[in-house]
Structure formats: structure tokens, C-alpha cells
């Protein structure tokens, strides 16, 4: 079937993160969706790692920018020349999408429109095809999810710029509720904590290490402090404070509470049964938000319901396109690390 395709690719097209599958190698990148731009001469800079390290560093000519917004393409020229960028890095030539296929990932509940223009956006680079699939389907395949049953699934899906809660089932999207907040509007809102607090500015990567350090989902975690450097808004110098992770948890609370609230709405739009196997099932968690610190056994408290947290978070979306493709095979158990308490909660 995939024979006249030189090669074959699957690409999930994040907010915060790209990462491409490659037949025959697995993942073959990971990088931050980002660019750096010279506004007074138009031309790419940097991408990904390095465009990101730029971030808050770079003269007043450097635009460094995210050309994706809420998981949707907002700039179709500079996430083309990121998409190029990334290409060369992997292969040492702009051209490898030629008489290629791609599955490209985009967010659920996304127009028709955003998906052919996402669709035109990859043949535009020289691809000879491009399938734009729904990321929850790519994220649970990837987990080792089996969605050709009349099963129902939970796929909680916490990337950088949404969040996505869907039930799935033979292989489609039964309900599903998407929220415009993720893991960069975290680092926002941490940052304003900071200004508010402490009369104190800090940049988006200091507030990125905030969150992985010492950001937490429960009051019960172990406290853990950090110490960061920013600007006084009062003397405009340098200066340095120290934040506890009882902080950063009443800054996320907020955002998790509409999580939360997410998941309760798409199990109202779902019928009985699937709701039902939902409460054998549990939830998988996947995106990059899963590795926040006591994440699963808050919505486990909130929802009653078992939370799994898929064994590759950043990857498995990816991963998932690679088993779309046809070319990734695993005979191992489903790629998930089960909660302890769930056999309890099952039986109970």
C-alpha cells in the first residue's frame, strides 16, 4: 500500500513541541516549536533548542515566536520554514518530504478548513500526501491504547497549548471537550504570580524551571523550594527570591480545577456504557503536562476514577502516528504505568 512513498513520516505538531516519527527509526526529533526571525531582514535565525535558548536574551532585531497557537497553525510561512528547518537537521537536505506520506497531528473538535490548510501546509513542503489526524487517536495508540473494540477510553491529553479530554471508541472520537489553556499559559501565569508577589519580572524559561522543579498538583507533596533571579520593577536591578512549591500550587490550582471540570463535561456528552467502561478503564494522561508532580492522583480524588500516565508522555502522539503508518510494531504490554490503587478501585 505504502510502496510508492519513498518514505514515510509521522509528525505531532505541538504547540510547544514537534516531534517527528521516521519509518524504519523511530523518533527522530524532538524540538521546540519555535522560531527566531531577523524582522529587518526576514530571515530564519534559529529553530527549536536553539531559537528557544534565545528566548529573553535576543536583540531588539530578533522576533522569536511560537507559530502555532492552541495547537493550530497562526503562521503558515513560519511554521513551513521551522518545518523545513527541522527537515535538514534530520536528514542534511530540505527535501526529504518529497514522495513522502505524512500523518500530521492536529487538536480534536479543530474546523475542516484548519485541517486541509494544516494538510496543504505539509504538501506545500514537497510532500506527496498528508493525512491530518485528531491527537487524542494518535496519543492513545501510542500508548498501547486497542480502540478498534467497542471499548470505551479516556484520553486526557495536557499539551502546551490545549488541553484535550476525549472518549474514544472503534476507533473514533464519541465526546470530547478542548480547553485553550496548557502548559505554556502555566509558565504565564507564574510569571504574573511572580510580578504580583514579589514585584519581580521574570522570563518565560525561568518560570518553565519553576514549574518542573517544584510544580505541584496536591497539597500533600513533599515541599520543595527553588531559587530564582529576575529584575525589581521597584529599582529595576537584578535580585533573587526563593519560591516553595505550596506557591506554584495555589498559581496551576486554578487551571486544574478547569481540567477537571473538562473531564466531568465530556463524560455527560458520552453515553452510559462507554461512561461505564471509562470507570473500568481509567484515564490515560498523556502531553507533556502528565509529568506535573501529583497530577494524576488529583483528578484520581476529584474524578473517583483510575488514572494511568502513559509511559512516553511527550512521545507517544508520535509514537501513535508511527503505528498509523504501519510501521511500528510492538508485541509488549500497553505502554502505560498503572496506579497501585487501581485493582482497589476497580473492584470497588
Do not use: W
Not at 534565545?54 to 520554514?81: C, E, Q, W
Not at 498501547?144 to 488541553?163: A, F, Y
Not at 483510575?306 to 503508518?325: D, F, K, Q, R, S
Request: net charge negative; aromatic share 4%.
Amino acid at each position: 500500500m505504502f510502496k510508492q512513498f519513498d518514505k514515510l513520516f509521522g509528525i505531532d505538531l505541538g504547540t510547544s513541541n514537534t516531534v517527528i516519527f521516521e519509518k524504519g527509526k523511530g523518533i527522530v526529533l524532538n524540538e521546540p516549536s519555535v522560531v527566531a526571525f531577523d524582522h529587518q531582514t526576514g530571515e530564519l535565525i534559529a529553530a527549536g533548542s536553539e531559537a528557544q535558548a534565545m528566548i529573553g536574551r535576543a536583540p531588539a532585531h530578533v522576533d522569536i515566536t511560537y507559530p502555532l497557537i492552541h495547537g493550530v497553525i497562526a503562521n503558515f510561512d513560519k511554521t513551513s520554514t521551522m518545518l523545513n528547518y527541522f527537515i535538514k537537521k534530520i536528514q542534511g537536505r530540505p527535501s526529504f518530504l518529497r514522495s513522502s506520506q505524512i500523518y500530521i497531528t492536529v487538536p480534536c473538535g479543530i474546523t475542516n478548513v484548519q485541517k486541509r490548510a494544516i494538510e496543504e501546509t505539509i504538501v506545500h513542503r514537497g510532500a506527496k500526501k498528508a493525512i491530518a489526524i485528531e491527537e487524542p487517536i494518535a496519543a492513545a495508540l501510542g500508548a498501547g491504547l486497542m480502540l478498534d473494540e467497542p471499548i470505551g477510553h479516556l484520553v486526557l491529553d495536557i499539551g502546551g497549548g490545549t488541553c484535550q479530554v476525549a472518549v474514544l471508541s472503534l476507533g473514533g472520537i464519541v465526546a470530547s471537550h478542548t480547553i485553550n489553556r496548557g502548559g505554556l499559559s502555566i509558565d504565564r501565569d507564574i510569571m504574573d504570580y511572580v510580578k504580583r508577589q514579589y514585584n519581580m519580572e521574570i522570563g518565560e524559561r525561568t518560570a518553565e524551571l519553576i514549574k518542573m522543579q517544584i510544580g505541584t498538583a496536591t497539597l500533600s507533596a513533599e515541599e520543595r523550594s527553588i531559587e530564582i533571579r529576575g529584575r525589581d520593577l521597584v529599582h529595576g536591578l537584578p535580585r533573587s527570591i526563593r519560591l516553595v512549591s505550596s506557591e506554584i500550587y495555589t498559581v496551576v490550582n486554578e487551571f486544574l480545577d478547569a481540567l477537571i471540570e473538562a473531564i466531568r463535561a465530556t463524560l455527560e456528552l458520552c453515553p452510559p456504557e462507554l461512561a461505564g467502561d471509562v470507570m473500568e478503564q481509567g484515564i490515560l494522561l498523556c502531553g507533556g503536562g502528565a509529568l506535573l508532580e501529583g497530577i494524576d492522583e488529583r483528578i484520581r480524588a476529584e474524578t473517583g476514577v483510575a488514572v494511568h500516565i502513559a509511559e512516553h508522555p511527550l512521545e507517544c502522539t508520535a509514537l501513535g502516528t508511527g503505528l498509523m503508518l504501519g510501521v511500528y510494531r510492538t508485541k509488549s504490554k500497553p505502554l502505560m504505568q498503572q496506579d497501585s490503587t487501581q485493582e482497589q478501585i476497580a473492584v470497588s
